[in-house]
Every structure is written in C-alpha cells, then in structure tokens.
C-alpha cells in the first residue's frame, strides 16, 4: 500500500479537509433533500389515490343501495308480505277448524247395534247433520233419540213422529246439529 505524503503547508492542508468536509456535508444535504422531496411526492400520490380509491368506494356503496332498493328487493318484499299474510290466513283458518271426527266418532258410538245407518249428510257451514236409517223397533229408535240428545257433541235433536208410526223395522231419520263449541281446538 502506497502512502502519500502532503508537502502543503498546514494551511492549505486545512483547507483542502474543510473542501472535503464541506463537499461532503453538500451532498449529504442534496441526498437528504433529494429524499424529503421523493417521501412528499410518495405521499402526495398516496393522498390522491386513497382518495380516488374512496370515491370508487362511494360509488360502490351507491350502487349497493340501488340495488337493494332495485325492483328484486322489492319483489322479494312483496313475496314476504305475501308469505307473512298466507301464513296468518292460516293461522285464521286453524283457530276456526272443527274437529268434525270426533263428533263422528261420537255418533258411531251412539250408535245402537240394532240400528243401521242409510244415510248420513253434514253441513259443513252450518253444522246439520241428518241421518236416515232403520232400526229393529220403535225403543231402539228412542233409544237413539235420547242418546243424542244427552251428548255433549250434538244438539236441536228433532223427534219427528213418523219415527213411531211402525213398532217393527222401524225407519227413522233425525236431523241435529253439532255443537261447534264442543270441536274447536
């Protein structure tokens, strides 16, 4: 390795460091400068592309409520309006139903065994029921009247009197209507 040597007088040495120093300390400020510079423009290109980025968002956010207030959402409204209102109607229709099967159930029970059954007809609005049939003898046919008329399911029990008018193989019809009370739920 070669070594210099400075013949310079002291003087002149010294001013050749403080060049270099000063030389140095020029380009380390250009250098700082030159980097501030950059980090501003960084950052100013930052600021405008996070706003070009926000607006792109609003006017996604406006799309997405147009959307939802788009004719779809509103058919699907309307679809569950329309659910919401069968399923009340439903529940209207289950609060008014009769059990009519248990007053059937009633009847056959009723039933004497020396009876048989022609006929049977129910109005469901009204709740009528009218039974034609024949029965062995005229106390069979009483019998039938009398255990109609103490259930708790039926009720206006008629006893017509054509019921009587033969004392064997006697027909008969009865016409009574359904308490409701009876078979609502």
């Known amino acids: 390795m070669k070594k210099y040597i400075n013949l310079l007088p002291p003087e002149e040495q010294q001013k050749i460091k403080l ?4 030389n140095e300390i020029f380009n380390f400020a250009l250098w700082v400068g030159l980097s501030l510079v950059i980090f501003i ?3 100013f290109a930052s600021v405008v592309y996070l706003k070009n980025l926000s607006g792109s968002f609003d006017s996604d956010i406006l799309h ?13 409204r309307q679809e569950v309006s329309a659910l919401n209102t069968a399923v009340k109607d439903f529940q209207n229709l289950k609060a008014q139903h009769y059990h ?6 009633a ?3 009723i039933i004497p065994r020396e009876v048989q059954l022609n006929g049977l007809s129910l109005d469901r609005k009204t709740g009528k029921v009218e039974i034609l ?4 003898n005229r106390e069979t046919v009483i019998a039938l009247w009398v255990a109609l008329k103490r259930s708790d399911f039926f009720k206006d029990v008629n006893f017509p009197l054509t019921n009587l008018e033969k004392p064997q193989a ?6 009574f209507y359904i308490n409701s009370e009876k078979l609502k739920d």
Not at 100 to 105: D, I, N, Q, R, T
């Open 64 to 76: 997405n409520k147009l959307v939802l207030q788009s004719s779809d959402n509103d058919r699907i």
């Open 133 to 136: 049939g024949e029965a062995r």
């Open 107 to 109: 009847l056959a029970q």
């Open 19 to 22: 060049a270099k120093l000063t």
């Open 100 to 105: 009519w099967s248990e007053a059937l159930v």
């Open 170 to 175: 006697t027909p008969f019809s009865y016409s």
């Open 41 to 43: 423009l960084l950052a």
